[in-house]
């Protein structure tokens, strides 16, 4: 578990967060919506140590991340970052990087690290391209290359930076199933998704924020009744049951077309 | 494979000169010792100077490996971020202040390229170490370094009469004796290269993901700096500042073998030592008897391949 106790913090010394508190349950998926340079990605930035808090705590299990060894928190809290810097590395190379929290010196690797390895190339279904150069994949398959990564490395708390930014649609889906599959096996997993739909139609919690603030953690059917998600982006999201999927609206508009 | 054409290149280093010796000579010579002309060819002259471009060769493209890596960046070399001006600067210093002090020059070079790769190190870390300052930084103090040099040169005219042949980098009076303190720093420098492949390749996945990958990212880019900036500076102290080796071999290792260190790093070594060994035969036999500069030979063959990577990148920004 995964928990925020007035957090303050930003870059530069300048504070972006003011005063966050909130915890994320194990084996759900929270998103975090809200306008560009609102701080989603600082909070995510600060939750795995990447950024030190001005102010507050980050706890994981209970226990303050900055008492944490950097290793020990390198194999609770795993992040996979927005831009991709890969080199001319094969997929299972890249995938085997997942495992370097867990090598002791002499950096080898075991039969257990390759086993776990195999499983995280099959789970993003890169497999059969993992002795290809990552240079060379589709945006999407590298996206899956570098969750097979995130994946190897096996953390009860996994966060995900815009995970769907270079994504076409089929691919966004697969995405969707391989974070379903992640909150299966009871982890903890937090996104920053920029497509709002995609972020109310397949999580669990929806936490809001605005300015550097949390408006709220709601679940997003009721972020979207609230009230909260028009406080924060001006637009309406409203749920079509038939779907599962939220039809979005800018505010008068909506007004408009049910008047 | 590498290993073959290192081992041909060093019997045909040996081999090839003013004066012609065939391979079953070499052996004979070999094993003869100093005592025979051909023994005194063998052990005095040809051994040396396939040892030092061999050694010089080795480190340069590991120490280009180590920076582009490091940097992300792949123009980087010890060229380019001012190592090599920093170890020739304070070598040309030395000579001139001490001109007795021979010995010194290792030593001088060392911390000169320690100088440089501090310097740049530094500048980046006060702007959050971002990989184009770290270059922009390392242009700079190269600029700096190179006209320290050149008023060094101009102060001291007469006590530097070799500097010309130095800062174009050739080993034509190479001794064993000279080789002696930089082939251990060499030698200790690739080990400890070899021994961070694993942090090398994390670190080039970007500072975000290695740090939650659990690297301690700013001290393994010091390191890693540190055993470059070694490995430059001990190959500049002896053969003077050879260009393109760090830039070009990494490049060729890095398309041919992969971007993996526990491969490329190995590769890197091996060609950078074959390619030296080579460039140095050619220096020595093209216009035999008279001899050109190594740096010249490797000039000839590196710019061109440096012209054809610039517009080859370009090309591959624009298909991106």
Not at chain 2, 183 to 197: Q, S, Y
Request: charged letters at 15%; a neutral charge.
């Amino acid at each position: 578990m995964l928990e925020l106790r007035n957090l303050c913090g930003g870059y530069g010394g300048k504070d972006i967060l003011e005063d966050i508190s909130i915890s994320f349950e194990s084996g759900s998926i929270t998103s975090v919506i809200g306008a560009n340079g609102c701080g989603k990605s600082t909070l995510l930035q600060m939750c795995c140590g990447l950024l030190k808090p001005s102010r507050g705590q980050v706890l994981i299990d209970g226990k303050d991340i900055s008492e944490m060894k950097h290793i020990e928190l390198a194999q609770k809290i795993s992040y996979m970052e927005q831009v991709h810097n890969s080199g001319s590395i094969t997929v299972r190379a890249l995938a085997s990087h997942g495992r370097f929290p867990y090598l002791g010196y002499p950096r080898r690797f075991t039969a257990q690290d390759k086993k776990i390895v195999d499983e995280a190339l099959e789970s993003a279904g890169v497999s059969d391209i993992a002795d290809r150069k990552v240079s060379e994949l589709s945006g999407g398959q590298r996206q899956r290359a570098y969750i097979a990564m995130t994946l190897a490395q096996d953390t009860d708390i996994v966060l995900l930076d815009e995970p769907s930014t270079y994504l076409d649609i089929s691919s966004q889906f697969e995405l969707t199933d391989i974070v379903y599959a992640m909150k299966k096996r009871g982890k903890t997993v937090i996104t920053v998704l920029h497509d709002l739909n995609m972020a109310l139609s397949n999580s669990d919690m929806t936490a809001v924020m605005k300015n550097g603030r949390l408006l709220g953690v709601l679940p997003p059917k009721e972020a979207a009744e609230s009230g909260l998600i028009r406080q924060a982006l001006g637009v309406e999201a409203v749920l079509d049951e038939k779907t599962g999927q939220y039809l979005l609206f800018k505010g008068e508009n909506h007004e408009k077309s049910y008047n | 494979m590498l290993l073959i054409v290192l081992l041909a290149s060093a019997l045909a280093g040996i081999c090839l000169g003013s004066v012609r010796l065939s391979p079953y000579e070499v052996f004979s010579a070999l094993a003869s010792g100093k005592s025979t002309p051909d023994g005194r060819i063998v052990y005095c002259i040809r051994l040396p100077r396939v040892l030092g471009s061999m050694l010089a060769g080795a480190a340069l493209a590991l120490s280009g490996a180590i920076i582009q890596a490091v940097l992300g960046n792949p123009l980087a070399s010890p060229g380019v971020i001012g190592v090599n001006a920093g170890a020739g600067f304070f070598t040309v210093l030395c000579s001139a202040l001490f001109p007795a002090a021979a010995k010194m020059l290792p030593a001088a070079a060392f911390i000169g390229a320690f100088a440089a790769v501090m310097t740049v190190y530094i500048i980046a870390r006060k702007t959050e170490a971002s990989k184009l300052t770290l270059v922009l930084a390392g242009a700079a103090i190269s600029s700096l370094f190179n006209a320290g040099t050149d008023t060094v040169t101009e102060l001291f005219p007469e006590t530097l009469s070799g500097i010309s042949s130095f800062k174009i980098g050739g080993i034509g009076n190479i001794t064993l004796e000279k080789l002696f303190p930089a082939w251990i720093i060499i030698a200790v420098g690739i080990t400890a290269a070899f021994l961070l492949h694993n942090e090398t390749d994390v670190l080039s996945l970007g500072d975000k993901t290695a740090f939650t990958l659990g690297l301690n990212v700013k001290a393994t880019r010091f390191v890693l700096l540190i055993i470059a900036a070694a490995l430059a500076g001990a190959a500049v102290s002896f053969a003077g500042i050879l260009g393109f080796v760090g830039l070009i071999v990494p490049h060729i290792c890095g398309r041919v073998i992969g971007y993996e260190s526990r491969y490329k790093m190995p590769a890197c070594v091996l060609l950078g030592a074959s390619f030296v060994t080579v460039c140095d035969i050619v220096a020595r036999t093209l216009f035999s008897p008279n001899e050109i500069s190594l740096g010249i030979v490797i000039s000839y063959i590196g710019v061109p391949f440096f012209i054809y990577l610039l517009l080859k990148k370009k090309g591959g920004k624009h298909n991106a």
